[in-house]
């Protein structure tokens, strides 16, 4: 597994890499992390275009402390080898890949990288929207400790699409415990899908209030009204963070000493809730180092 700085990926925001107005406007928008697609959002004679400007505007630098992450297209597209060369050379923190259906995907998308000489940290991220991706998601995911994987995204309008289902959430439940399953079992992140009805931002907080409940990290995005949302939701909250702080100084009062469970606030509190706490306190902290 590649080693890699933890960062907040609580709104991660997709732009079409040919809207050069979206890529000036990602510099000054508050989104944990930026999705530069060349893929669903160009159309096949704006690829080559929209490359080199996802390029451009990363060897520009102007991000700051925002990840920066280029979906290329799939495998079985002619642009794949030219997207997998071009960005495998440039700064981004991640090659995100679409359609992705194996194991066998991954190790060779990862060797792709690796031929290019990319940096050692340059991620793979991959597209969990096949209904193939979903049967093999154990195998996926096990792979990440011998190559660059590591983050799922889902992509729920193309699940829908290849399942013949609706856009209907709670269709895809078995697909997102599968995948959430199988991604924390290897040690992986995991980012929600889009919400397609960017002017509903009542119905897009319920859907990230779900998706935190479910163990997303994040959501991704497809409109910059949604950013603040996501970051509020997915942060931990004042609640959270009293009760985390609480549970902290109880296990550390000398009375608790060597105990393995006790009473915080009322409820049975173990040393796993410890450790959910600690977990909840660090995120707390890079959420409020990455927004100085
Ligand atoms: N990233 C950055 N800026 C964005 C943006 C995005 N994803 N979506 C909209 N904006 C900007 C617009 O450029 C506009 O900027 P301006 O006020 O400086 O002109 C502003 O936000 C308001 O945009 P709005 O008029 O509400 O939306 P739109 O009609 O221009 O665009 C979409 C609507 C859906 C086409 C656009 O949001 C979009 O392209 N989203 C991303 C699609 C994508 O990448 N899909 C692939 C993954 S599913
Ligand atoms: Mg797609």
């Given at each position: 597994m590649i080693e890699t700085s933890f960062h907040p990926r609580r709104s991660c925001l997709y732009m079409p890499a040919s809207?050069?107005?979206a890529l000036e406007k990602a510099k000054t928008l508050p989104a944990d992390t930026i999705i530069l697609d060349l893929e669903d959002a160009v159309a096949p004679d704006a690829k080559?275009?929209?490359?080199?400007?996802?390029?451009?505007?990363?060897?520009?630098?102007?991000y700051g402390k925002r990840e920066m992450v280029v979906r290329v297209n799939a495998m079985d597209t002619p642009w794949f080898a030219d997207d997998?060369?071009?960005?495998?050379?440039?700064?981004?923190?991640?090659?995100?890949?679409?359609?992705?259906?194996?194991?066998a995907d991954i190790v060779k998308i990862s060797e792709i990288i690796d031929g290019e000489n990319a940096s050692d940290g340059l991620q793979l991220w991959a597209m969990?929207?096949?209904?193939?991706?979903?049967?093999?998601?154990?195998?996926?995911?096990?792979?990440?400790?011998?190559?660059?994987?590591?983050?799922?995204v889902m992509g729920f309008n193309d699940l829908a699409k290849e399942m013949r289902a609706e856009q209907d959430r709670t269709l895809f439940t078995p697909a997102i415990a599968q995948t959430?399953?199988?991604?924390?079992?290897?040690?992986?992140?995991?980012?929600?899908?889009?919400?397609?009805?960017?002017?509903?931002?009542?119905?897009f907080e319920q859907?990230?209030?779900?998706?935190k409940a479910y163990g997303f990290d994040g959501k991704t995005l497809i409109h910059p009204a949604q950013i603040d949302i996501a970051n509020r939701e997915f942060a931990p909250n004042e609640d959270k963070i009293i009760e985390a702080?609480?549970?902290?100084?109880?296990?550390?009062?000398?009375?608790?000493?060597?105990?393995?469970?006790?009473?915080?606030?009322?409820k049975m509190t173990e040393l796993l809730h410890l450790q959910q706490a600690e977990q909840t306190i660090a995120l707390a902290e890079v959420i409020a180092a990455a927004s100085q």
């Open positions: 809207n050069a107005r080559d275009d929209a490359r080199d400007a996802a390029c451009n505007a990363l060897a520009d630098g102007a997998m060369k071009s960005v495998s050379a440039s700064k981004a923190s991640a090659i995100l890949v679409p359609k992705v259906c194996s194991a969990i929207e096949m209904p193939m991706a979903v049967l093999n998601i154990a195998p996926i995911a096990e792979t990440a400790s011998s190559t660059r994987l590591t983050t799922f959430i399953m199988a991604g924390r079992a290897f040690g992986l992140n995991i980012l929600d899908s889009v919400y397609n009805d960017f002017k509903d931002p009542d119905g859907e990230c209030r779900q998706a702080l609480a549970i902290i100084a109880a296990f550390k009062d000398p009375a608790n000493a060597g105990k393995g469970v006790i009473t915080v606030d009322g």
